[in-house]
């Protein structure tokens, strides 16, 4: 029997190490981690973007699954590619679904004022994170918030709050946390929930992800 090619998106920043604790059964499927690509100019288009990491897709009728700004991306390659399914993990279908203070930062553009520096200077802003909850949050953040060039960081951050699309597309499966603070459940329509998660519940409730994604292809 032929395997099902699964191809991982990951969330804005983040390298393909957020999805390794997932437990998916090797003869069932191969999996594929994709990277995020610097822009070619800040004013590149997400299906412009989109349309060239399909050149990195090698398998006819894949499985695409992203996270977060991921899940966006990969909704925007199936519009160039044939796919079997999409799954997006704690994102958004539409823009609907993005919260009002992405709709004031898109009009007001005071998303220009992010502090990109926290995320490429991590190291030196980490020390910043005091108390136990919160120092752990930034190890964790440390290791999997590789991906920190400047001009792609000022880039996805216009991308997300800028996201146009209407409608949600046909065939896709959404896995979202009830207690998401980046993309708040309450905003989200039709998607599997999982009690507690939040944004990073990719990394902190693999194994429950992993069941998902089974029965999601299984069905």
Not at 80 to 85: G, M, R, V
Request: overall charge positive; hydrophobic content about 35%; proline content about 5%.
């Amino acid at each position: 029997m032929s395997k099902t090619h699964l191809y991982f998106m990951p969330g804005l920043a983040a390298g393909p190490e957020i999805f390794y604790n997932l437990t998916l059964n090797p003869h069932l499927y191969e999996l594929h981690y994709l990277t995020w690509k610097p822009p070619l100019q800040m004013n590149e288009t997400i299906a412009n973007y989109a349309k060239r990491m399909t050149d990195d897709i090698k398998h006819k009728k894949p499985v695409l699954i992203g996270v977060s700004f991921g899940g966006i991306i990969v909704q925007e390659m199936s519009k160039f590619i044939e796919t079997q399914k999409i799954i997006i993990i704690s994102s958004v279908k539409s823009k609907n679904e993005l919260p009002k203070r992405y709709k004031l930062a898109s009009k007001s553009k005071i998303y220009k004022l992010f502090p990109t520096q926290i995320v490429t200077n991590f190291e030196k802003y980490s020390k910043f994170f005091i108390g136990k909850s919160l120092g752990k949050k930034a190890k964790m953040y440390k290791k999997y918030l590789s991906v920190r060039e400047k001009s792609y960081l000022k880039w996805s951050i216009y991308n997300v709050v800028n996201w146009q699309q209407e409608k949600k597309l046909p065939n896709i499966t959404h896995i979202h946390g009830t207690k998401d603070n980046i993309f708040p459940f309450k905003n989200i329509k039709n998607c599997i929930k999982i009690e507690d998660g939040n944004h990073s519940m990719i990394i902190l409730k693999a194994k429950q992800i992993s069941k998902l994604i089974h029965e999601s292809l299984a069905c």
